[in-house]
């Protein structure tokens, strides 16, 4: 990889990550730059799609050494990853715990779903018993109730990917029905674990 540039101004490096002619792997160097020497937060979100089943090991080799490269070159810059297993061979990160979303911020996130914002108490209580604040599944119960089409097109992506490698009807009639269906999708694809953090 090529040094590091000389100040700490990132806006040089624009023109080149925008133009599509620029080879990737000169895009990659003047990233590894910037992470070296300006104050640049790159994130990687949904990080368990580049992890195999269960997160014990990378899909991709290659990139398991760039994403490596990247967390020792961040210096100055940070690196922030979502994930919902510790990633393998612990690279230099930070782990921070998300706890559930707290009874508030449940209820918020309830009355932002076009499906569950008008539930009646009854089955309010059976998500919140059933799934608590995952907010992932409510999000599949929110899609479920409308036969598979949640209200953010990566959600719907996901809840149908799931529900095709599982075996699971996306018509859900009720609540009840919904959130088993919800739960049946996402258990297979979720642990206990390290589930975000900052390198370095």
């Known amino acids: 990889m090529a040094d590091a540039p000389e100040g700490t101004n990132a806006a040089p490096y624009g ?10 792997t000169v895009k990659l160097g003047l990233v590894g730059r910037l992470l070296a020497q300006a104050r640049l937060l790159v994130l ?12 014990e090991e990378w899909i991709d080799p290659g990139f398991a050494d760039t994403f490596t490269w990247l967390a020792e070159t961040a210096q100055t810059g940070k690196l922030l990853v979502t994930c919902r297993y510790p990633l393998p061979g612990e ?8 706890p559930p979303l707290s009874p508030a911020e449940l209820r918020r996130l309830l009355l932002r779903m076009p499906q569950l914002r008008d539930l009646d108490l009854d089955d309010r209580a059976t998500i919140i018993a059933t799934i ?15 036969h598979g089409r949640g209200s953010l097109r990566e959600v719907t992506a996901k ?16 609540v009840p029905a919904a959130v088993r269906r919800a739960c049946a999708a996402g258990q297979p ?8 953090g900052p390198a370095h």
């Open 189 to 196: 694809r979720h642990r206990p674990g390290r589930t975000a």
């Open 132 to 146: 608590g604040g995952h907010p992932r599944l409510i999000e599949f119960v929110d899609a479920l109730l409308r």
């Open 91 to 98: 690279p230099d990160l930070i782990g921070v715990d998300l």
């Open 15 to 24: 023109q080149a990550l925008n133009d599509a002619d620029v080879d990737d």
């Open 159 to 174: 809840l149908r990917h799931l529900a095709d490698v599982e075996g699971i009807d996306r018509n859900a009639p009720n």
């Open 44 to 55: 990687f979100d949904d990080f368990e799609q580049n992890l195999a089943s269960g997160g």
